[in-house]
């Protein structure tokens, strides 16, 4: 049977080169929302700090019709850390809208998508998106790109996959580089004209590949897939099996099943192969499960998703504040909710250790990790987190460390102080090339050298510099690298920050608080100028005598502290920190909080070395 009702869609591409804003313009152009219909920008970001971040974390799935055609479209998100969500969303198309911004060019994750994409098979067509942009450079961009797809051994037919040039905010697309356009008419032929139509098998037994979960607090799991083959009826009785667990043999109900229309989840009786529906019924489903019909159990073959490269531990928080302001505090709200995030995220790894208050979470990346901390928050939970550190490998005998591929693109005068972070940590220059007054440089820079990188880098281009990093390889071990060159302003006892003690405490370095914070022994409340430590006792009150009142501290002047967010505290914390995660609070701590006892801890590992 050949569907030619149907094409099957993955919007891919590096981190904001308008995915999800193309995706608003189809909507609105392919008639799924009325004309008098208000709607938000990057409609298909529903997460909140999807929306405050203007990220995709989550891939997400919608669907246009046009010309009698419905067109299932997979929105992934572009940043490294969420790689794993953009490998599964694959093996539900059959073609992708590979996005490249028109200044910009390939970048790391350009890279990283394509070749999954290619490695799968999949025909391409390349959006050159905001060729309105003043700094567009629409040639060279089309030649980076040829460059790359050679680069990456593309097959003869997708190297010559067509070229459609698009501005995503303005909904306008053109076949031809020198014209703007003034709809998405041109986009949307050349979907049909270039990604056939799918040839499948509606008369065999069901097989549907899950690629995506979600959860309903009143059905349970829902699972998200394509049928490979055959139909899928609601009620219908099934078999769940996995292609890399064949010990998975579970007999269960497809108690409800659902197309997806525009931002819809429609019920609906039956779905044929080649569709995109979401069921519920199955409350063990995971990703990477086939259903299959209990005449014919036969597990589709899963991507194999990398393997994480940095990991922190999370624990119970126990500083002198713990319980008083999260609503989920104890090690089995922790535990539940961390496996529970497996079910969505194929990516993460949760561990048990031996303390059972801790659990060992591995993921793609400082932001993968940080993003799960901030949803956990949010959602009441308080817990504490260690400094991240990169997982090293055993090849041979010899330690092995996974490296990252790094572009920056800086102006040509503020190039010497990115050569000298990267000498520092230990960063390979592989090619340098000039874009008009700025200059893109391109290291293999081991994993743990970026940590804490990016406010550094910002600083050193004045907020010019624009950064991004991929996963390259795993090499050889490169030596050590020196985390972090400041101390810490440590306070010296517990409670209420007041204007004379943090007046002291500035003269010694930069402040995290103001006056009226709660702070406890043990926590850092500061970044010294130099290495190591200084405890500071900004609870200390000005001594009143005849002469003097305590309305003179009025006169004393605070410098503004520097509020640290959650990104920049995990930036910060060295391998004696932790951060304290609460609803209300981000706060720094040593994981030995008595001062006494942490100078001893101190002594005794100085006269180990």
Same mark, same amino acid.
């Given at each position: 049977m050949?569907?030619?009702d ?5 919007i891919?591409?590096?981190?904001d ?6 995706v608003?313009?189809?909507l ?11 709607v ?18 989550l ?12 067109i ?48 799968l ?5 390349i959006v ?5 942009r003043?700094?567009?450079?629409v ?11 050679m ?7 997708q190297?010559e996959?067509?070229f459609v ?5 303005e ?11 003034s ?10 004209e ?16 899950v690629?995506?979960?979600d959860y ?5 799991r829902?699972g ?15 078999v769940?099996?996995n ?8 007999k269960?109900k497809?108690?409800?099943l ?5 931002l819809e989840?429609v019920?609906?009786?039956?779905a044929?192969a ?6 519920s019924?199955l ?8 259903v ?5 159990v036969?597990?589709v ?5 990398s393997?994480?490269t ?13 319980g008083k302001?999260?609503?989920?505090v ?5 535990r ?8 969505r995220?194929?990516?993460l790894?949760?561990?048990?250790t031996?303390s ?6 591995s ?5 993968h ?10 959602e ?16 041979g ?5 996974p ?30 090339s000039?874009?008009g ?12 050298g970026?940590?804490?990188y990016?406010s ?11 950064m991004s ?10 030596g050590?690298?020196?985390?972090r @060159?400041?101390?810490? $302003? ?5 409670? #209420?920050? +007041?204007?004379?003690?943090?007046? *002291?405490?500035?003269? =010694? ?28 006792n ?13 309305s003179?501290?009025?006169?004393l ?8 967010? @959650?990104?920049?505290? $995990? ?5 004696d #920190?932790? +951060?304290?995660?609460?609803p209300? *609070?981000?706060?720094? =701590? ?7 006892l ?9 006269a180990?070395m």
């Amino acid at each position: 049977m050949v569907r030619e009702d149907l094409r099957n869609i993955a919007i891919i591409a590096h981190v904001d080169h308008g995915k999800t804003t193309l995706v608003d313009q189809m909507l609105k152009q392919a008639g799924t929302f009325r004309e008098n219909q208000v709607v938000e920008e990057r409609v298909m970001d529903s997460g909140d700090l999807e929306r405050e971040r203007g990220i995709t974390i989550l891939a997400k799935n919608t669907s246009i019709h046009y010309n009698g055609v419905k067109i299932n479209i997979v929105d992934t998100p572009g940043h490294a850390d969420f790689s794993g969500e953009v490998e599964r969303s694959l093996k539900m198309v059959s073609g992708v809208l590979l996005l490249v911004d028109a200044a910009e060019g390939p970048m790391p994750q350009t890279r990283f998508v394509t070749q999954k994409a290619l490695e799968l098979g999949l025909r391409l067509i390349i959006v050159v998106n905001k060729i309105d942009r003043p700094d567009a450079r629409v040639n060279e961009v089309i030649d980076e790109v040829l460059e790359l797809l050679m680069d990456l051994n593309a097959t003869d037919d997708q190297l010559e996959s067509p070229f459609v040039f698009c501005s995503g905010r303005e909904g306008t697309s053109s076949l031809d580089a020198s014209e703007t356009g003034s709809d998405l008419v041109p986009l949307f032929d050349t979907i049909l004209e270039h990604f056939p139509p799918l040839e499948l098998d509606d008369t065999s037994p069901l097989q549907l590949l899950v690629s995506s979960i979600d959860y309903n607090d009143y059905v349970g799991r829902i699972g998200i897939g394509r049928i490979e083959r055959g139909v899928a009826r609601q009620a219908a009785d099934v078999v769940v099996c996995n292609y890399n667990h064949g010990e998975v043999n579970v007999k269960g109900k497809l108690v409800n099943l659902y197309e997806i229309e525009g931002l819809e989840r429609v019920p609906c009786e039956s779905a044929r192969a080649g569709d995109i529906v979401c069921f519920s019924g199955l409350e063990g489903i995971n990703i990477g499960d086939t259903v299959c019909s209990p005449d014919c159990v036969e597990a589709v073959p899963f991507v194999k998703i990398s393997e994480p490269t940095v990991e922190m531990i999370f624990s119970v928080n126990d500083s002198p504040f713990a319980g008083k302001e999260g609503k989920f505090v104890t090690t089995r709200h922790l535990r539940e909710r961390l496996y529970r995030e497996l079910l969505r995220d194929v990516s993460l790894r949760v561990e048990d250790t031996d303390s059972t208050d801790a659990f060992r979470v591995s993921g793609r990346g400082e932001m993968h990790l940080s993003i799960l901390i901030e949803t956990m928050r949010r959602e009441g939970y308080e817990f504490q987190v260690s400094a991240p550190k990169v997982l090293y490998k055993e090849i041979g005998g010899e330690r092995y460390e996974p490296v990252e591929r790094l572009i920056v693109d800086v102006p040509e005068t503020m190039t010497g102080p990115v050569f000298q972070s990267m000498g520092t940590r230990k960063g390979e220059l592989v090619h340098m090339s000039a874009m008009g007054s700025r200059m893109r440089l391109e290291f293999l820079v081991p994993a743990r050298g970026l940590f804490g990188y990016k406010s550094e880098f910002l600083t050193d281009t004045k907020g010019e510099g624009v950064m991004s990093s991929v996963f390259y390889e795993y090499q050889p071990y490169k030596g050590e690298i020196q985390r972090r @060159l400041a101390g810490s $302003l440590v306070a010296f006892e517990t409670g #209420e920050a +007041v204007t004379y003690g943090l007046f *002291n405490a500035q003269g =010694r370095g930069a402040l995290f608080i103001g006056a009226g914070t709660q702070v406890y022994e043990g926590m850092v409340i500061g970044v010294a100028p130099k290495e190591g430590d200084i405890n500071v006792n900004v609870c200390k009150q000005k001594h009143l005598t005849n002469t003097r009142s305590s309305s003179s501290d009025e006169a004393l002047r605070l410098i503004t502290p520097k509020k640290l967010s @959650l990104e920049e505290a $995990l930036e910060f914390i060295g391998d004696d #920190e932790l +951060v304290e995660i609460t609803p209300q *609070n981000v706060r720094i =701590r040593k994981r030995i909080l008595d001062n006494e006892l942490r100078a001893k801890a101190r002594a005794k590992a100085k006269a180990g070395m």
